[in-house]
Structures are given as structure tokens and as C-alpha cells.
């Protein structure tokens, strides 16, 4: 590898790190803004909280004046409270919140009285990072509801009242859905009440939602042309790493009738006001998500916001205010579904809403290459029902054999760069107390003579950063490899420990990864069997420390990520090394000095990339000419 092709690998290593450390700089000013956003809050919540005692000041003085009156009767008082509170709802302010439970083979879904929500959703056969049965999330933590003003100008909760729920079919099998009817009926009538049917199929994660408006242009102030869903739902760590699970949790959506898909901003809170009709909404977490999808649409905008998590156990809070059309006649409804699943690309992609859009690929020729060479790879390794492990190693093994044209030509450019090197060390001497435009012309004539082209060990290593930076994206966002065992990773979707410290070591953590270390030592062995064998003078002093440096850089980055991504980086400079070492067998450096001898006897044909910098060069020395005479002149 020659001089070029070293500053290459060091353009590359350098994206690398700035990539890694993008945004670096402001950690002092995200800190800041995040200290501001939790003194809102704070704020906020006290407002709330003064708001909450003026009221129940004036309640308590009232209650204090009304007990004068010997005719004062309490639970009559308590009763007007709550008239105001819940208008023609008053008779479901109580009840009983024993949920139903609907489930198939994939999950199940628990529906509780209270808002008549699905308030817990446990996914079968999957387990948190701890071993435990993998929730969604749980009752505690969900608000699922309905807003309106009554006739007499209450705005009206659902999520706080209670529905009667019946279940026609608790277990969905092949031949009949599991389904519930829960309702909400107003005082006195069975006419007039709101209806949330649920349907679950076998073997899906998706359940269908049917709201059902009954005799509720009784119930409902006449202006009323949306109702609001309002959505919140706290997202509970389940990975092994809850730094990273921030990072990974937002909300998208999709508009509707749109093929882009939106979000909000990852690893901090935002709360923004969408114009235009919505398809669907996406809580998503780092492997799971929790769709909100409308039959037609979600009209005349939304409102959504994520809240970045304080607690050791809450990652972010999502939440989604959503209109839904209004008539105002005697029976309307609005269809829905809910998706509760795996980030699983394949999975989502089967629904043909483009949910799969939410996984991030990376964009341009990044996700290209992700959606269409690797992961159709990928799935065809894997259904062979071999180990992840074994399924990287082949994937490994192929594409390095893909793209052993570009390294054999790397390899022969730096094999007539060191042929070339006694010739460059006698111009660095002879010109060493020259003009330096005069050494680089010299240098270009002996390449011209030659036949050699500079570039040709740089442009190979160039053309590698695509797959580079495609992979940085695959590997953390791959559904298949979470909990996949190999050898000591238990775990190749986070990063593996083989020694946790007890304390935080600064841009490194509190642990050892080892298919980070090894990755890191392969590269620096890497490294520096190529500065033993590559033709380098002492133009480039500075680049002998910063290509040792930047493999050290990128180990803080490895230590907390994706083992499979470390192992797959490992094994690719294992295979690197045994191509070189068939290179060095079979490329005869000496025939290669002949042909360059042969060359030098032949007319020069100057390529289009060395007239172009012989170009540059005639004009930079034209440019410094001109100075230098409207020197003398001054």
C-alpha cells in the first residue's frame, strides 16, 4: 500500500470518527437544553399541582359554607362534584377493572374496563434483556382514549370511566378470531353509548379496532366535527444497554396516501404540530413498536411529541393526539388497527403500509445496499437454520470475495509504488532544497514513464465506504440476531462483556467487549504490516500516528455496540489478512520492476487524471508567479 492509498484509509478512518463523534461537541449544550427542559417540567408540574390546590381550596370552602346548613347532606355534594365532573357519564366514573385477555400464538392483549384500552400486550416466546416476559408496556404506563365536549360544554375523558366489556372468543385459532365488545353507555340509556370492538387474528400482531358512535348526537355538543384519540404510552427499558435504547426510541408517521415517512427527533423531546391527514403512527422502540393505524385516514392534522425518559427503567414517553371524523349523526364509525411487534423488516413490509420505513437502513446508497444485497443475503444464509454466528462468517466470506478485484488492484498499486520507491528516494534528495512544484513535476513525469497511476491504490479503498457505513447501519437494526448466542456473546444485537469494571472508564465504559478489543488489534496488526511493506517517504509524516490513533477511536464507539458488528470487522481483517498473504505469493514484484522498466522505454501517454493535475500544478505555479512579481512591483 502506498502513501495514497495510506491517506485513503486515513480519509476513511477519519469519517469514521467524526461520524462516531457528530454532535461531540454539543454535549455540553444538549445537557444544558435538557436540564432546561426538565425545569419546564418541573415547572409545570407545579403549576399543575397550585392549580390543583386553589381547587380543592375552594371546594373545601364551599363544602365548609354548605355544611353550615343543617339540610347539608355530603353524599349529595360528593354526587354534584362528580355530576360536573362526568356529566351523562356519572354511572361509569366506577366499576371494576378486571381486564379480558385476548391471545393468539404470537401475543396476548389485555383489555381493561377502565377506558376499555388494551393496557397490557405481552408477546409470546420473547424475553427482556433480564430474562423476563417481554410487555410492550403495561397498564400503569399507557393512556388510551377519547375527548369530546358534551352539551353542556364538559370535555369529556373516556380513559377515566369504565366500559362493559364481553368477550365473544378469548383464543383466536385458524378458523375464528378472538374478539371483545367493550362499551361505554351514557346514564339511564342503552341507546346512546360508545363502542370499541377488537378482533385478533391467529398468528398476527395486528388487532383490528372498530369504534362504533351510537345515539351519541344525544350526548355530544352539536359543533362537535372531530373527536380526539388521544394516545400516551411509556416506553419500559428491555435491552441490555438503555443509553442506546434512547436512541433509538421516537415516533414516526406516515401521511396519508404519502410514501415518505417522517419522525420526530431521536434522543431528546419534541413536541410538533403535523398538518395534513395521517395514515398511521409508530411509537417505536429500539426492537418493537406500537402502530396506530386508521382504516381511511386521521384527519386535519395531529399532534405528537416524545418526552425523553428520566427513570433507569422508562426509555421515552410517546404520545399522539389524533382526530377522528365527526358527523354528528345517530351512527357513525372509525376504523383502526393496532400493530404490537417486533422492529422485524420482513414482518412489516407484509402489511404493505409501509411500516418497514420506520427501520433505518440509511439513506441513499447505504440503504441501497442494505435493502437490496445484504439482507436478501443475509435471509438466505439464515434460512439454511444455522447460527447467526456462522451466518456473519459467511456473509463476511462473500462479500470480501466480492470485492477481491478492488483489493488485488489496491494491492498491485502499492507493489509498483514500493518498486518505484528507490527512484522517489533519489528525487526527494535531488530536490529536497528545490522549488517543491519542481519535485512534484519530476514525481509526475516518473509516474507518466512508468505507467503507474497514484490514485489507483486510494480509489479502490474509497469505493469501500458504502459497504462500510451500510453495515454500521444493518447490523444494530437487525431484529434476528437480538438474544442470538455466539460463542461468548450471549447477546449479538448489543455488545458482549467479559469483564464489567465497576466504574466508568471515560471514552471507553464500564466494560471490556471482547470482539471489540480483537477487532481493534486486528486492525492495528493490520496497520502495521502495511507500513512494513508500503513505499512511503517523509511527506506524510503526521499520517504514522493518526492511522494508529483512529482504530483506537473507533474501539470507544465498538465497545457499546452491536457484537455482531465488531465480529463481522474481525473476521473481514482475518480474511484480509490470508488475501494478502496469497498476494505476496503469487504477485513477482520483480516482474512487476521489469514491466515498469518496459513501460519507461515506450512513448508517454499521459491518463486523463495525471494531464488534470499537471494542469493544476502549471496553474497553482502561474498563480504563485504572479504573486510574487506584484510583490516586486509593491
Known sequence: MDRKSLLGLGIIALLLALWMTMGGDDREAEAKKQREQDSIAKVETIRQQQLAEVEKRREDSILKERQKDTTFNLAEFEQEKARKRYGVFLGAAKGNNTPVVLENSKMKASIFPMGGKIGDVELKGVKTHAGQPLHIYGKDSTVFGLEFFDQQRRRIHTDSLFFQGTVDNAAASASKPATAVFRLYADSSTTSYIEYKYTLNENDYMVSCVINFVGCDKIMAADNKLVDLIAIQKM???????KTERMNATVYYRFNEEEDVESLTLNETEVKDVTGSLKWVSFKQQYFSTFIIADKKFENGATLGRIQGTQPYTVATATALLPIPYNGTSNENFGMKFYFGPNDYHQLESYELLMEKEIELGWGIFGWLNKFVFMPVFD?????????????????FIVKILLFPIAYKSYLSSAKMRVLKPEMDELNEKYKDEDPMKKQQATMALYKKAGVNPAAGCIPLLLQIPIL????RLFPAMYEIRQQGFWWATDLSTYDSIWDFGFHVPAYGDHMSLWALLMTISTLLYTWMNQQTMATGPQLPGMKWMIYLM???????????????SYYYFISNMITFGQMALMRRFVDEKAIHAKIEENKKKPVKTSGFLQRLEQAQRKRMEDMKQQQGGKKKK
Do not use: D
Not at 469 to 472: T, V
Open 236 to 242: 419500559p427499558s428491555q435491552e441490555k444497554l438503555l
Open 380 to 396: 438466505w444464509l439464515g434460512s439454511f437454520g444455522w447460527n447467526y454466528g456462522i451466518v456473519i462468517l459467511l456473509l463476511t
Open 469 to 472: 457505513f451500510a453495515l454500521l
Open 551 to 565: 482504530p483506537l477511536l473507533f474501539l470507544s464507539f465498538l465497545n457499546e455496540n452491536s457484537a455482531a458488528l
